[in-house]
């Protein structure tokens, strides 16, 4: 079945420090990818997100890229903050009578220390 | 962006009673919602699909008598878990769609003594 598997965490990292967090998917056809963050007390919020091979999603210094030759969707950023400390989940999406249905990593718990 | 509440935030029964969780759009109306269970330290698993004004789908392995869902307007939806067990505790998380995106609720923890 499709199924999403990322790095799970939990990391640390020092402020200005590089991340990356890998992201490989199966899927049947061809998904959309999505990074969601979920902030310490908050919701999940969508960071970005790529529609077709080669697409390069971008948010907030985050970037990832969709690999259809390797089936990954890896993020990064190049230089960590503080207020990055969340958790991030990468997930494909396949539609379903019109509307999105998700399926999600396990999510990868990120500290930024000052 | 659009907002998703959530309600109770958190929520303690004691085993054998039932509990129910309220999403609520916000700002915008939504004929989908999605209810999300998420266990520790796994990926969050979709339970079940809420339709406005019609059944809700089901997930495989998701015991529809039990975990009871009504859609009854376009801002909200409802998830009752039904005779709760303590191996129901977990948290429960929503979503609603907006055209083809997914805004999620913050969360509901549940913890069933």
């Known amino acids: 079945g499709d199924s999403v598997t990322q790095m799970e965490g939990p990391v640390t990292l020092s402020e200005e420090a590089f991340l990356t967090i890998n992201c490989t998917y199966t899927?049947?056809?061809?998904?959309?990818l999505f990074w969601y963050v979920q902030y310490p007390g908050e919701g999940l919020q969508l960071l970005l997100k790529a529609t077709k091979a080669d697409d390069k999603g971008s948010n907030k210094g985050f970037e990832a890229t969709y690999r259809k030759e390797t089936t990954s969707f890896h993020l990064e950023k190049g230089s960590v903050q503080v207020s990055d400390s969340a958790v991030y989940f990468c997930a494909l999406s396949l539609s379903q009578g019109g509307s999105e249905k998700l399926v999600f990593g396990k999510g990868m718990k990120l500290t930024v220390n000052p | 962006g659009a907002v998703v509440s959530q309600h109770p935030s958190r929520v303690i029964c004691k085993s054998g009673t039932s509990v129910k969780i309220e999403c609520r759009s916000l700002?915008?109306?939504?004929?989908?919602m999605f209810w999300y269970r998420q266990f520790p330290k796994k990926s969050l698993m979709l339970m079940a699909t809420s339709n406005e004004g019609s059944k809700a789908t089901y997930e495989q392995g998701v015991e529809k008598d039990k975990f009871l869902i009504n859609h009854a307007s376009l801002t909200l939806s409802t998830l009752t878990v039904t005779s709760a067990h303590p191996e129901d505790s977990s948290f429960y998380i929503c979503?609603?769609?907006?055209?083809?995106?997914?805004?999620f609720g913050p969360g509901t923890r549940l913890t069933v003594l």
């Open positions: 700002d915008f109306q939504a004929t989908t």
């Open positions: 899927a049947t056809g061809y998904p959309s």
């Open positions: 979503s609603a769609n907006q055209g083809l995106a997914q805004f």
